[in-house]
């Protein structure tokens, strides 16, 4: 997704995001700069959308994306929503737009919630 050089602006020397993690559509806050992660780990996320064609349980387009921020508490996010639950994934969405899934979150782990690179802004 990412040049290297650009990765090494949004990563820190600890793993961490060095800049807030923003809504690409609204703007709105949805993670504090150190609060995260970077991962690499292979994900589906159907394409952007608002939330309540998310949960329909159709078999959307999508994109298989590998960068991620790894935030392992929920309490942790400034900003972001939940669809209903698809299988036993939750997508994550803006909390004020409603526009995602920007992450995706497995039922089984209670700690691991992955927000996609490509689906978000850094500021």
């Known amino acids: 997704m990412e040049p290297a050089e650009q990765l090494s602006e949004l990563v820190s020397?600890?793993?961490?995001?060095r800049k807030a993690v923003l809504c690409q559509?609204?703007?709105?806050?949805?993670?504090?700069?150190g609060t995260a992660l970077f991962s690499r780990r292979q994900l589906f996320l159907p394409s952007m959308r608002k939330k309540p064609a998310?949960?329909?349980?159709?078999?959307p387009d999508g994109d298989l994306?590998?960068?991620?921020w790894l935030v392992e508490n929920m309490f942790i996010f400034e900003n972001v929503g939940f669809t209903k639950d698809v299988?036993?994934?939750?997508?994550?969405?803006c909390a004020d737009c409603e526009i995602g899934p920007i992450?995706?979150?497995?039922?089984?782990d209670k700690n691991?919630?992955?927000?996609?690179?490509?689906?978000?802004?850094?500021?």
């Open 87 to 93: 299988g036993n994934i939750k997508f994550l969405v």
């Open 13 to 17: 020397a600890e793993g961490r995001n």
């Open 25 to 33: 559509r609204c703007g709105s806050r949805v993670l504090q700069p």
């Open 54 to 59: 998310l949960s329909d349980g159709s078999n």
């Open 65 to 68: 994306l590998q960068e991620h």
């Open 112 to 123: 691991s919630f992955y927000v996609a690179l490509e689906r978000v802004s850094h500021e």
């Open 103 to 108: 992450g995706w979150h497995c039922l089984d």
